[in-house]
């Protein structure tokens, strides 16, 4: 891929070394953090109250996390011209944080919040000071040592007795949800033409801390293959895309990819 301009396609496996779980990685057995689901979100209160109340603990992990050499090393490849952007899985924003700028959020990001009646956002951590305001004292004490989970989760047990309140839109009083993609729910449209287009104008796919189990990113390496366009894998543990792979690396990102930084941007 020396001589490739090369399109990344990150997945969660990229941010554990920030210290961000995944669902499936090498240690994603020992959670017992199970995934809510959009139709869940969306029809029931009582679904919705647990998720926000989780999340109130797990946010601010997640806002104070930071890139880790993996990250670090795909900016440095993109600023040099080796990478010509990233699609990420991932809802954390670290690749931005760490300098990249073609970045497509394919799930979204946690960091931002929508109204699913009049179409407002608002930034989470705007929402993360009503929702404290609320409930006082929820993200006090003991809760702040729970474990972590994927997405900004936290693996407490959220009151079931109707007592965590939720914050509503502040312009038409709908419901609030996270600007990301849950389990069950399609990316939009438009987003996914644009990563489709973004796969066409590289000359490779190099796929980073993906098991590639869910469709939604496991397409590109599919449409990459049938382009004959090649396909590079590193990751921990294996991956529905291995077969398609020209090239498959079992690694720690963030000793891989800075290897790899140095490799594409002294030639570039």
């Given amino acids: 891929m020396k001589d490739r301009q090369v399109l990344v396609l990150s997945g969660a496996g ?37 998720y926000w109340a989780r999340s109130a603990v797990g946010w601010p992990r997640v806002s104070a996390a930071l890139p880790n050499l993996g990250h670090s090393a795909i900016a440095r490849m993109e600023q040099a011209g080796a990478v010509s952007g990233v699609i990420t ?27 699913l009646g009049c179409g407002r956002r608002e930034k989470r951590q705007g929402l993360q000071e009503r929702l404290l305001a609320l409930n006082s004292g929820w993200a006090d004490g ?3 040592a729970a474990a972590s989970a994927p997405d900004g989760d936290a693996q407490i047990d959220a009151p079931s007795d109707g007592s ?5 839109c502040l312009r038409c009083g709908g419901v609030l949800k996270p600007d990301v993609t849950f389990f069950g729910e399609n990316v939009p449209r438009a987003r996914v033409e644009r ?4 796969l066409q104008e590289a000359q490779a796919l190099l796929v980073v801390g993906s098991s590639l189990a869910v469709y939604s990113g496991y397409r590109f390496v599919v449409r990459a293959s049938q382009d004959s366009k090649p396909v590079a894998i590193v990751n921990v543990g294996p991956s529905r895309g291995d077969p398609l792979a020209e090239i498959r690396i079992e690694a720690r990102l963030g000793e891989a990819l800075p290897l790899l930084s140095s490799l594409l941007v002294d030639v570039c």
């Fill in 142 to 144: 003991p809760l702040r």
């Fill in 195 to 198: 990563a489709f287009l973004m």
């Fill in 89 to 115: 899985q991932n809802v954390d924003r670290l690749h931005q944080a760490a300098g990249s700028s073609n970045v497509l959020e394919l799930h979204g990001a946690l960091a931002d919040v929508v109204c």
């Fill in 14 to 50: 990229l941010s554990t070394e920030s210290g961000i779980p995944d669902y499936r990685g090498p240690s994603s057995a020992a959670r017992r953090t199970r995934p809510i689901y959009y139709r869940e979100f969306v029809g029931n209160e009582a679904f919705r109250a647990r």
């Fill in 164 to 168: 965590f309140r939720i914050p509503a």
